[in-house]
């Protein structure tokens, strides 16, 4: 897929949940806040795009991830989730872990241990971009996800069970985003063949199960806050478990 192609999200129907409290309250003044974060959000990740040459990893993650983001965006202005503050507050934290990854590795820092592989093989000839897309999501989902589960609630003064309605929809836009990345970064049918390592590698991962893991990470993180030193090496596994998948993923097979 050339560089300057857009990758379209569409949104799925939102069915709203009759039971769910909002946090905030559902005023303009709210969703215009919410609207404001999710477009700063957007901006930085454009700025990053503009800087990673064709080609590269991160860039291809990026224009993916930056297309997700905007169809959440898009749905949070037209007031398409119940709760959009809360929804936004999600949506922002979980970028914003993406975005500091990045700008650590960018300044010279030691990124999370989930993003290092991505960081790492960013510009190898052998590695397909199809492949770059899954790693990155692979460290987002499986690293970040919980953790900015745990930062919306400690913002929003909730629990998690609170945020699953809003946990559920963006997880809807990203299997949206994972089928389309298949449909766009796939090599042709003459190129994948069934003893292909890249099929096995492409086959070998599951967006439903990273979500899966995270929010029951997300749950876990909640319960140790009060214990520090236990919460601090949860993450730690968890992000090195997460770093050996997105290895795995990475695995040179031009």
């Not at 709210?30 to 990673?52: H, K, N, P, Q």
């Not at 690293?143 to 919306?152: E, I, N, Q």
Request: proline share 6%.
């Amino acid at each position: 897929m050339a560089q300057s192609e857009q990758i379209a999200v569409p949104v799925p129907e939102h069915t709203e949940h009759t039971e769910h409290t909002e946090h905030t309250g559902s005023t303009d003044t709210a969703g215009d806040a919410a609207s404001t974060g999710i477009t700063d959000v957007i901006e930085r990740m454009r700025a990053l795009g503009v800087r990673c040459p064709g080609g590269d990893g991160v860039g291809v993650f990026n224009k993916v991830y930056l297309a997700v983001t905007e169809a959440i965006g898009a749905e949070v202005a037209a007031g398409g989730f119940a709760d959009r503050a809360a929804t936004s507050a999600l949506d922002v934290r979980f970028a914003e872990r993406y975005l500091a990854a990045i700008g650590t590795a960018d300044g010279g820092g030691l990124p999370p241990e989930c993003w290092r592989p991505l960081l790492q093989y960013r510009r190898h000839p052998g590695v397909r971009p199809i492949q770059f897309a899954l790693a990155g999501i692979n460290a987002h989902i499986g690293h970040d996800l919980a953790l900015a589960v745990v930062d919306t609630c400690r913002t929003l003064g909730c629990a998690p069970p609170e945020l699953e309605d809003e946990f559920e929809r963006v997880g809807d836009l990203l299997v949206l985003l994972e089928e389309r990345i298949r449909e766009e970064l796939m090599p042709g049918p003459d190129l994948l063949q069934i003893a292909d390592p890249l099929t096995h590698l492409l086959t070998s991962w599951s967006l439903q199960r990273a979500r899966e893991g995270a929010w029951s990470a997300a749950k876990v993180l909640w319960r140790l806050r009060s214990v520090p030193p236990l919460a601090e090496e949860f993450r730690g596994r968890t992000d090195a478990a997460v770093g050996l998948v997105g290895r795995f993923l990475l695995t040179p097979c031009g």
